[in-house]
C-alpha cells in the first residue's frame, strides 16, 4: 500500500447530526459518518438525543444501501410505450418541465383547475418538502388531497378524550412502574418505545403488557401479552374500566375534578362485565381479570396508545375508550403514568409560506384514500365535481400503500389521465407515468423535521450531493409554479430561506442555532403534558363522552353511520370482519424491515424479509386444507392474491396477518395484498380499515 493510501485511511472521517425523515413517529436523530471520499458510510442513533438515545433502527443504519442504490432514477423520463410497460426514455429537465406545464394548462382550460389533482404523503416528514406542493394546488386552484391513510381515526379518538392531540412526555416510560403498549408493535416500527420501557423494567421493576392481534417481536418482551380478535380492543377497555369501577381502583377524586360524567360512564360499564367482553375479544376471563388487577394495584402505568388499533371500522371509538382507561386509573397524575399517542399539538407551526396558508383554499379536498374510486369517476369521491384529468404525485406510492389497489391500477392506466410521478425509484406508480422526474433524498437537500413520538423540532441540512440531475421537491413546486404563472414568495425563496422564516414566524430558534445543534427539546411541562392544569376543553374536563358527528371536517362518513357511534366507550360492532358469512379477517401488519413500501428496492431489507406469506392458525388450515409453505389463495370481492402460507398458533382462529408492504410484483400473480383493503371512509372524520378485511382463503390448485 502507498504512503498517499496509508494517509488518507488514517484521517478521521466527519460525523454530523440529523433526522431520520421516513414514516414513523420515532423521528430519529441520526449520527452520519461520512467516508474518506465524503460518501455516506454508515448511520447511527443520535447518542446525545434524548429520546432516540443512540438507538435506531436496521433498515435505517444501512442507509447507504438506498441512497447508492444503482436503481434509483437520476433523469427526467418520458413515457415511450403504453402506460404500465415501464418503457421510457431520457428528456431534458426543460422538456419536462415544458409538458407539464403545458399539458396541466390544457387540462385546466378544457375542464377547469380542479381536474389537476396534487397529490402526496410521508415519504419524507420534512415540512417543506412534504407540505410545500399544498401551495402550487392553492396558487392554481387545482384540487387539494385530504390526507387520511394515516393518522385520521387514531388522532380523532385521543383528541376527543384530551382535546389535544399531545400527552405525556414519552421518555417518562422509564420512570414507570407497568408499560402498556396497546395496538402497536414497536420492535417492528418504533424501536425507540422499547428502548425506554426496557429502561423501566431494567431500573424499577416495570412490568410490559402488549395488546396486539397476533403474537409478534414485541409480545417476546412483555411480561404479560393479550392476543385479542381484530377490532375488539374497545370491549377489553370497558370490561378493565368496569372492573377498576367495581374493586375500587378507580380514581373517584381525581374524576370528580377532572373528568365530564364519571358516574354515568360508571352506570354504563356495569354490564361490560369480563365474561361480555371474554365473548367478543377471545380473551379469557382470567386474562382479562388479571391485567385490570395490575394496573389498577400499579396507578404509575403509562399507556402507550399506538395506530394499529386503530386501522379498524371502529378504530376511533378503540382508541378512545384505550384512552378513557388511564383517566379512570387516574394515571395522569404520576410521572411515569398517563398516556401518549402522538405530540403533533405542541410545535405550533406557522405554516403560511410553505403551504401558501394566505392563498384561497384549494377548488375541492379530495379523498387521499379514496384515490381508486375518484380515478374511476365514482360521483361521491368527486364530490360532486368532475374526473381528474392530470395528477402529479410526491413522497408516496398508492398503488402499493393505498387501499382498492385493483381500482387504483386501472384509474392510473387511464389513457386520458397525465401522470407525472416525482419519485427516487422506479415504483409501481411511477411506471405508470407519463413524466418520471428524479427526486433526492433526505441527505441531499435541507428540511425542518418533528418528532411525532417525541418532543423535538430538528433540521435536516444537505450533506451530500444528488447523483445524476436529481431535484428536490421544493425546487420541482417552485419551478413549476414559476412557469405556471404563480407570483407568491414560497415560489421565489431558496429551502433555507423559507425554513428560516418559518422558524421565525413560528417563534422558534434561528435557523443558525439550529445549525449549532439540530435537535431542539420543546417539550411542555409536567403539569401541561399531564393536564393537570385541565384538558383542553372549555371546563378542563376529560370527555368519557363524546358528540362524534361535531367533530370535523364533518363531510366524509355517512350520517347513517356517524348516528350509529356510541357516545360513551363500548365496542361498535361496524366491522366488515364480523358480518354474516364472513369466514376470516384479515390484518395487514407492518414489516420489520420495510416502512410502507420504502426500503423493498434495498437487497438487505428484502433479503431478511424473505417472502410474502400469510400467518393462519394450524387448526383453521387444517380445515382448509392450507399446508405449511405451501401457496393459498385469499380473496373477497375486491381482489384475489396469491401467497405462501405459514402456520402460527400466534393469534386467535380466524385471523390472517400478512406483514407488508411488498411490493405487488413481488407477489406470485403480480398483484399484492392491498387489493383487498377497502377504501371506504372510518368514521367519523376518514381513515383506512387496512386491519378489517372480511376474506376467503383457500389453497391454490394451480
Known sequence: ????????????????????????????????????????AKLYGGRHHSYTDGVICAKVSRYS??????????????????????????????????EICQRFGDVAEHFGGEAVWLYYFAGTMGLLMRDGINRLARAKGYSGMYGTICVNPAWTGFMA???????????????SDCVVLWGTNPVNTQVNVMRHALKARKTRNAKIVHIDVYHNATSKQADMVLIIKPGTDAALACAVMHILFRDGYADLDYLNTYADCPDALCNHLKNKTPAWASG??????????AFALLIGTTPRSYFRLGYGFTRQRNGTVNMHAALSVATVLGAWKYRGGGA?????????????????????????????SRIGEILCGDTVALRGGGPVKAMLIQNTNPAVVAPDTNKILKGLQRNDLFL???????????????????????????????????QHIMLGKK?????????????????????LGVSHAGFEMSETNILDHTLEKSKRPTLEKFAEDPWFDCQPDFDQSHYLNGFSFEDGKFRFSVDWKALLPNDYVSDDILNTMPSLPDHWDILESTRPKTQFCLVTAPARHFLNSSFTETKTSRRLEGRPCVMIHPLDADECDVTDGGICQIGNDRGQILVHAKHFEGLKRGVLVIESLWPNKSYIGGIGVNSLTGADPVAPVGGVAFHDNAVWIRAHDG
Open 161 to 175: 378524550g384530551t382535546g389535544l392531540i399531545a400527552g405525556v412526555d414519552p421518555r417518562e416510560m422509564a420512570l
Open 420 to 454: 407525472v410521478v416525482h419519485e427516487q425509484f422506479m415504483t409501481e406508480t411511477a411506471v405508470m407515468a407519463d413524466i418520471v422526474l428524479p427526486a433526492t433524498m433526505f441527505l441531499e437537500h435541507d428540511d425542518l423535521y418533528q418528532g411525532g413520538g417525541h
Open 280 to 289: 367478543i375479544t377471545g380473551l379469557s376471563i382470567d386474562e382479562i381479570e
Open 463 to 483: 450533506i451530500v450531493d444528488a447523483p445524476g440531475s436529481c431535484r428536490s421537491n421544493h425546487e420541482v413546486i417552485s419551478e413549476l409554479g414559476k412557469r
Open 65 to 98: 444501501e438506498r441512497i447508492y442504490n444503482p436503481d434509483r432514477v437520476t433523469n427526467p423520463l418520458r413515457r415511450v410505450g403504453k402506460k404500465g410497460d415501464g418503457k421510457f426514455a431520457e428528456i431534458s429537465w426543460e422538456e419536462a418541465l415544458d
Open 340 to 368: 401518549f399517542h402522538n405530540n403533533t399539538n405542541i410545535y405550533r407551526w406557522n405554516k403560511t409560506l410553505i403551504e401558501g396558508l394566505d392563498l384561497d383554499a384549494p377548488a375541492r379536498m379530495l379523498d387521499q
Open 1 to 40: 500500500m502507498s504512503q498517499e493510501q496509508n494517509t488518507k485511511l488514517d484521517l478521521p472521517t466527519p460525523t454530523l447530526k440529523t433526522v431520520c425523515p421516513h414514516d414513523c413517529p420515532s423521528a430519529c436523530g441520526l449520527e452520519v459518518q461520512l467516508d474518506t471520499d465524503g460518501k455516506i
